[in-house]
């Protein structure tokens, strides 16, 4: 799946000093990349946005626990 045009943005948790972090791409329609930071330019997974939203909720919900 191409991801042209994907805007790549850090994690809000992500503490700026070059550690492991991931870049989520959700502009474009009906897909949402991510990918490590530290390798731009690597393979990257691919989410539907309904799928995306599942996982992030359940990211959130355990962070809470």
């Not at 191409?2 to 972090?21: M, V, Y």
């Amino acid at each position: 799946m191409e991801l042209i045009g994907a805007q790549w943005r850090k994690s809000t948790r992500s503490s700026g000093n070059g550690g492991d972090c991931i870049e989520v791409a959700d502009n474009l329609p009906g897909i949402v990349g991510v990918r490590d930071s530290k390798a731009p330019a690597g393979p990257a997974l691919v989410f539907g946005p309904m799928a995306w939203r599942a996982f992030v909720a359940m990211a959130k919900a355990h962070d809470q626990a």
